[in-house]
């Protein structure tokens, strides 16, 4: 699907998915010398149509949200077709804080779902790094909670927000990619940046930025309340949590057991539950 709207284009992917929504977004930025942002899975029919919507221009760079295979996957194969650079974070464990990078060494917390692990960005982008053109200004804003490399890019008043925000779903909070105590940061960030709208990855614009940014911050500590009360009740691990507590399709409660797991380890490190072993997937959790 593609929608013209001035220098602005965007393009879903075929790839729709319960955690993909509709599939994912493709936006291109210029008529000239074109930004793509996100190219989306390795399909080629996806690039295709990327490349079709940029007939009369140059794709000039490619920035790259995160190191997920739905947002990265085609990155590689468009930058060897147009010749131009792949813009991000880094490579796919750039950004994790200490204690995520010394969970994932230890083994045992599983995660990494979609992970691109041969993600290598030509140029490295950190927070407040803009890159110009003449049609065009991005400004990278680190913000992970989803992804520890996880960018949005700030043009004019507008945001594309990766998958940190998402109008029609909350985000899956995977450990050791995912990080809770990231995440409410992050919302916090964007806030702070009063955009006029915010531009997903997955699903609509979000014409009410602010409004939707409350919406999931309330949404996540309601749920570590739903969780607290759970374990007050009995211990637990994450998959027997998330099973007592959502009330979803049996095929969704993989994901559901990864965010109560990012929930658990957040609230673990403030001393508000106690976990009876090392932190793993499977540890099982008590009330302190």
Avoid at 30 to 40: E, L
Avoid at 81 to 96: H, K, M, S, V, Y
Wanted: hydrophobic residues 45%; aromatic residues 4%.
């Amino acid at each position: 699907m593609t929608h013209a709207s001035k220098a602005l284009r965007v393009i879903t992917a075929a790839n729709p998915s319960p955690l993909t929504g509709p599939g994912t977004n493709t936006f291109l930025l210029g008529r000239d010398r074109i930004a793509v942002i996100d190219p989306g899975p390795d399909l080629p029919e996806h690039r295709a149509a990327i490349r079709e919507a940029a007939a009369g221009g140059r794709i000039t760079h490619i920035f790259v949200t995160h190191a997920h295979l739905d947002h990265s996957g085609g990155a590689a194969a468009l930058a060897h077709d147009t010749g131009a650079p792949i813009l991000g974070f880094g490579p796919p464990e750039a950004g994790r804080s200490p204690l995520m990078q010394r969970l994932a060494l230890e083994g045992g917390l599983n995660g990494g779902e979609g992970l691109d692990r041969s993600f290598q960005p030509d140029i490295l982008l950190r927070d407040g790094d803009s890159v110009e053109e003449r049609e065009w200004t991005l400004t990278a804003l680190h913000t992970p909670g989803h992804f520890a490399g996880h960018l949005s890019f700030r043009w004019d008043d507008v945001i594309f927000c990766g998958d940190v925000v998402m109008g029609w779903s909350s985000t899956l909070i995977s450990p050791p990619d995912g990080d809770l105590g990231d995440y409410f940061r992050s919302l916090s960030r964007l806030g702070a940046e009063s955009p006029a709208r915010l531009l997903p990855a997955h699903g609509d614009p979000i014409e009410a930025p602010a409004t939707r940014l409350a919406e999931l911050a309330t949404h996540r500590r309601e749920r570590t309340a739903q969780i607290l009360a759970a374990l007050r009740d009995a211990p637990a691990d994450a998959a027997a949590l998330a099973a007592r507590i959502y009330d979803i399709p049996p095929q969704l409660l993989p994901a559901a057991t990864r965010n109560v797991l990012a929930h658990l380890i957040a609230m673990a490190e403030l001393g508000v539950v106690t976990p009876a072993a090392a932190l793993s997937a499977t540890t099982v959790f008590s009330t302190s």
